[in-house]
């Protein structure tokens, strides 16, 4: 089944005591015994439910796993892959993450005895020096939030085979639409479901997806023991924002192409951080490993002067200043000091995250307003 086929069907079957086409919201905590141990398959919500079911059916089938996992929120999600790990383990990770992330591994996760080295993963041998008896797990995100780093999927895997260590890979930027890291060699891919694959800005969500049926053991356990699972309403929204996956993803992508190539030049833009431009270092690996380059851009403004950023925010009105992305509708951020705030300013200087960056979610509008929205803001 292709893809487009696969949004639309995959993990979903018509309800069989009704036959309603679409699943329906099992708002139910539990669920009815004959005599005790004696069920349809369902005991209790939290560790299964039908509309959950599907939903999860559905995101393994588009990342070309076997098991998907929801969780009820990407950094739950991460939060149940850290908890596979043992005291003393050591987890390499890319240097250019989501603040949130970084936030759970070091805040979080390092006083419970996990190592965790921050490694700029640009060029992949550089992990090779951080690998000892202790590594257990090789995190990466690409595109990057918010530098739009591209990391070389396969090229890890290999390492992490090499050194029987499992690679997690943070696929929320990119979707299995544009990019499935699976088929690259990863063991497992994350999301959080609260961007491009609920896409309408009205679910907080994640999930992992996996290849591996003992690695999906372990996680479905962590899932039910530790209980951060969603809802099926919001279950239902997502089976729902899935479905048009493809067609928002192709929208994203053209019109962030175009906003893109509208901001070289510009006299008050400095640099421009997207992937799909021929001379972003890892150009070659994102055309190889991705569909397309998708809707995020970061850009700096000549000078770094960060009440200049705050100025060209507050004039936008299609691009609305929020903190997430991946919606239908355009977004703008100023990760220094919203989404990537808990990072530390030299830590971020030194990855390239200026005072005056800018990042945009382009959303699925009619390019030329989003363009003259830019033009307007800009002066
Ligand atoms: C938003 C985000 C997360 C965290 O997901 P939540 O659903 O907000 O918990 C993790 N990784 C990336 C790349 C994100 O953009």
């Known amino acids: 089944m292709k893809f487009e086929t696969k949004v639309i ?37 939290r560790t299964h439910n039908p509309t959950r079911d599907a939903l999860q059916n559905s995101i393994a089938a588009l990342e070309g796993g076997d098991h998907g996992l929801c969780f009820s929120s990407g950094l739950a999600a991460i939060d149940a892959v850290i908890k596979l790990f043992n005291p003393g383990d050591e987890i390499i990770s890319g240097n250019d993450l989501y603040g949130g992330t970084f936030r759970i591994f070091t805040k979080i996760f390092e006083k419970y005895g996990l ?34 780093n591209i990391i070389d999927i396969e090229g890890v895997s290999k ?18 639409y544009l990019q499935q890291p699976i088929a690259l060699g990863a063991d497992i891919v994350m999301h959080s479901v609260t961007k491009y694959l609920g896409g309408h800005s009205d679910v907080v969500m994640g999930a992992l997806v996996v290849n591996n049926a003992e690695l999906a053991d372990q996680l479905a356990f ?84 960060q009440e200049e950023a705050f100025d060209i925010m507050s004039k936008f009105h299609l691009f609305t200043c929020a ?19 808990s990072i530390p300013r030299e830590e971020r200087i030194k990855n390239g995250l200026l005072d005056s960056l800018i990042r945009l979610s382009v959303g699925i509008e009619d390019v030329e307003d989003l363009i003259d929205d830019l033009k307007k803001a800009l002066g």
């Open 222 to 305: 962590i899932q039910n023991s530790c209980g951060a699972t969603p809802g099926p309403q919001d279950c239902f929204l997502v089976l729902r924002g899935i479905k048009t996956l493809h067609v928002r993803m192709d929208r994203h992508c053209d019109n962030g192409r175009k906003v893109a190539e509208f901001l070289v030049g510009h006299p008050k833009v400095d640099r421009i951080y997207w992937p799909g431009f021929e001379d972003h270092p890892n150009h070659a690996i994102a055309k190889r490993q991705m569909k397309s380059y998708g809707g995020m851009i970061s850009f700096t403004l000549k000078g770094d002067n």
């Open 159 to 176: 390492i992490a085979k090499a050194n029987n260590i499992i690679f997690g890979v943070d696929n929320t930027f990119a979707t299995p």
């Open 9 to 45: 069907h995959a993990g979903v079957e018509p309800d069989p005591s009704t036959g309603a086409i679409m699943t329906p919201i099992f708002q139910t905590s539990t669920y009815v015994q004959s005599r005790p141990g004696d069920h349809k398959g369902y005991e209790y919500s």
């Open 115 to 148: 190592k965790f080295h921050f490694v700029d993963m640009h060029d992949v041998s550089n992990i090779e020096k951080y690998i000892n008896k202790n590594t257990k797990l090789i995190w990466a995100e690409t595109p990057t939030n918010p530098m739009m």
């Open 323 to 341: 903190e997430s992305l991946g919606g239908v509708e355009s977004l703008c951020n100023h990760p220094a000091s919203m989404t990537h705030a």
